[in-house]
């Protein structure tokens, strides 16, 4: 069994993408619990909806390191039974760099869903870059968290078209559609243990 630990910050759609997918898929994986680091988050709500159980780790006023924050997510991880042994951790819109030593204690239990296709747009505003770039085709992807900004192994691509009139919000919303398709599988993937990491790579069985 693998226990599910999401962290959020807002929206939490993909949240919400990913706890219905499990509900289908009780017996191999268990929606532990949703961490968001602001208590107005609305993805709070949905998963309280879902019957899954939700903590607020506040960072806008805390005063201590990345790490000493990141600490407390742990706590929390590790008494859901979200552990490095156990448990994957899904970062859903979590508007926080997570430290290295967080990323080292968790090594390749932490998963991430950003909206463009990697390693073209990392960080912020993605969508937006993709437009303003000129690309013809954008997308989504879910990958492995290691110590970069957005540089860890891909486990799964969706392609989205860009049409010529769309807007950052039109555009944001087709990938957004995609990212609900393709997060639920690779947490599912990774739960059926058939996700192998090589180098850069993952190979899918
Ligand atoms: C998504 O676009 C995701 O790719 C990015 O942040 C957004 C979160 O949206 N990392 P939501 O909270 O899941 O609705």
Sequence with gaps: MLNLGILISGR?????????????????????????????A???????????KTEIIESKNFKGTRWQYDKKIIASLTKHGVTPQEGLVCLAGFMRIISPEFVKKYKNRIINIHP???????????????????V?????????????????????QAVVKIKEKDTE??????????????????????????IKISGRKTIIS
């Design 12 to 40: 939490g759609s993909n949240m919400e993408s990913i706890l219905k997918s499990v509900k289908r898929e009780k017996s191999i994986i268990n929606s532990a619990i949703v961490i968001s680091n602001k208590p107005d």
């Design 42 to 52: 609305k993805g709070l709500k949905i998963a309280e909806k879902l019957g899954v």
């Design 116 to 134: 463009a296709l990697l390693p073209a747009f990392p960080g912020l505003d993605s969508q937006k870059q993709a437009l303003d770039y000129g």
């Design 136 to 156: 013809k085709h954008t997308g989504c992807t879910v990958h492995f968290v290691d110590a970069g900004m957005d540089t860890g192994p891909i486990i799964i």
């Design 169 to 194: 919000d039109s555009l944001s919303k087709r990938i957004l559609k995609q990212e609900h398709e393709i997060y639920p599988k690779a947490v599912k993937l990774f739960a059926k243990n058939k």
